[in-house]
């Protein structure tokens, strides 16, 4: 894991914690959220997006224009989850 990100609900939290502890605010999402395990319905609520590098230069390493091996495999294993809906076995 190199990111992890956290929505804040600006009507009910100002995020004041996570500006403290370094995470960086990205901007407002779209207003939508997750009905179901593969559905979204929008909500008109857009929800400030913080981020944290847990990782050195994990930015960089996901800006490259080629994943390292690692993280390549990774991302293939997400694909075939999110097309398919079910968790792969590694090989």
Do not use: C
């Amino acid at each position: 894991m190199l990111v992890v990100e956290t929505f804040v609900d600006p009507d009910q939290f100002n995020g004041t914690v996570y500006t403290a502890q370094g995470w960086q605010e990205l901007g407002l999402t779209d207003g939508w959220g997750r009905h179901r395990r593969d559905y979204y319905v929008q909500h008109d609520k857009p929800k400030r997006l913080f981020v944290r590098e847990l990782a050195p230069h994990a930015r960089r390493s996901l800006q490259a224009e080629h994943l390292k091996p690692a993280l390549a495999s990774v991302e293939k294993r997400l694909v075939l989850v999110v097309i398919t809906g079910a968790p792969k076995s590694r090989p």
